[in-house]
């Protein structure tokens, strides 16, 4: 099964939105992308249905985000996207006659269930705004790295 990376690709966008802080369009955010723009247009127009982007159309125009990134958690994206499969697991007969099979299906349902609660609950705890903090940890340590290390 293929992996679901649309969570992953839409919080890119987000966070490069936020660097910039003005309009970027579709082509610029797929070059940071290193995909299609056709791709970007696709994916923001989700996000703008969900009121989290808003796009500007002629010169000067672009991409951006339409409210607080510190009022933007990763559930409102997640869920913006058409809430995507969590889990890749599953269970091999849905509707099962055998009772062994019935007791396993109620296991691995309680499993998914509580760990798909925990997932979604960690996705209402981060901000995009949380995301842009940590990149911006990052950038500094490896500042601090490279000046350490006479990269320069």
């Not at 247009?41 to 985000?65: D, F, N, P």
């Not at 997932?119 to 500094?140: C, K, N, S, Y």
Request: charge should be neutral; glycine fraction near 12%.
């Amino acid at each position: 099964m293929k992996r679901d990376s649309r969570l992953s690709g839409v919080l890119h966008v987000l966070l490069h939105m936020a660097e910039d802080g003005g309009p970027l369009t579709s082509e610029q955010l797929a070059g940071a992308m290193r995909t299609n723009a056709v791709v970007v247009r696709r994916i923001l127009g989700g996000l703008r249905q969900a009121g989290l982007v808003h796009s500007e159309k002629g010169h000067g125009g672009g991409w951006t985000i339409a409210r607080e990134p510190s009022g933007i958690t990763m559930r409102d994206i997640y869920d913006a996207i058409g809430r995507p499969r969590l889990m890749a697991m599953g269970n091999r007969t849905d509707a099962p006659g055998c009772l062994v099979e019935q007791a396993v299906n109620a296991a691995l349902d309680a499993s998914f269930r509580d760990a798909e609660a925990l997932l979604l609950a960690r996705f209402e705890a981060v901000t995009l705004a949380e995301l842009a903090a940590d990149f911006h940890r990052r950038m500094a340590a490896r500042a601090t790295h490279s000046q350490e290390h006479g990269h320069g």
